[in-house]
């Protein structure tokens, strides 16, 4: 039988920086603060960091830079790539497709969130809440997306599950740009959606505050359904326009 290999303090180091990569404490692109105060928080020298820090660039989680410091991965934030996200988006179903998975993830997301965020995600979800309120103020479709996607990865953050949390930032650039579609068919439909959104945004921000999970995941799947049903409302509407145009342009004088 071989011998077993002592563990290195390396690879204490290594599984600590691996967690905080995986919970987004360093999100991808991010750059890592110095060795110097990196090694003071661990309470390691700079060699066995440094160390760790070449075992995670050899797997690919980390990028170091001469003179730069050191990176979390880009690829870490590209679940879905730019040349998918553009097919993606030229697929009319794909839309529908997104608030169904949207439906599944954001009502399990809300549900945990309620159960496990702690004062601190309190904190960032009102502020990201907030940041969706002030938006609504600018009348800008793309800010008003990039907000209300940023709330929904709030909760995801809340939701401590590492799964939930990394397929939501992977789908993001997609989601928001969903978001903005959708703002425009659904306000274009009734100018009163907004403030149904706005309600809806409450009732889950609230149910999460409260700690009401079953009222979390509720409210987070009706927002879904509403959506899903407004905007089949005006698709609905827009093949009957196209309809009638049809029969006037092709009709017998």
Not at 59 to 68: A, D, F
Not at 81 to 94: G, K, R, V, W
Request: hydrophobic share 40%; with cysteine.
């Amino acid at each position: 039988m071989a011998a077993l290999q002592p563990r290195r303090l390396s690879d204490d180091i290594v599984e600590q920086l691996e967690t905080l990569i995986a919970e987004g404490t360093f999100k991808a692109g991010e750059r890592l603060p110095a060795e110097r105060v990196l090694a003071e928080q661990f309470g390691v020298s700079r060699p066995s960091l440094r160390e760790a820090l070449q075992k995670l660039v050899a797997r690919g989680l980390l990028i170091s830079r001469q003179g730069g410091g050191n990176y979390v991965t880009d690829a870490l934030g590209k679940g879905i790539t730019d040349p998918l996200l553009a097919l993606l988006e030229s697929q009319p179903s794909a839309h529908r497709d997104l608030l169904e998975f949207r439906w599944v993830l954001e009502g399990a997301c809300a549900y945990q969130a309620a159960r496990r965020a702690t004062e601190h995600d309190h904190a960032r979800l009102q502020a990201a809440h907030q940041a969706l309120e002030a938006s609504y103020a600018n009348n800008s479709r793309q800010q008003e997306g990039g907000a209300d996607a940023h709330f929904h990865l709030a909760i995801a953050e809340a939701s401590h599950n590492l799964i939930y949390l990394h397929t939501m930032k992977g789908l993001f650039d997609l989601l928001k740009r969903n978001v903005v579609t959708n703002i425009g068919g659904l306000y274009q439909r009734d100018p009163d959606t907004r403030e149904q959104l706005r309600a809806q945004h409450a009732a889950i921000l609230a149910a999460i505050l409260a700690g009401d999970a079953d009222a979390a995941k509720a409210s987070a799947e009706q927002h879904i359904h509403f959506v899903e049903a407004v905007l089949g409302q005006a698709s609905e509407q827009h093949k009957r326009h196209q309809r009638a145009a049809r029969r006037d342009a092709f009709s017998k004088p």
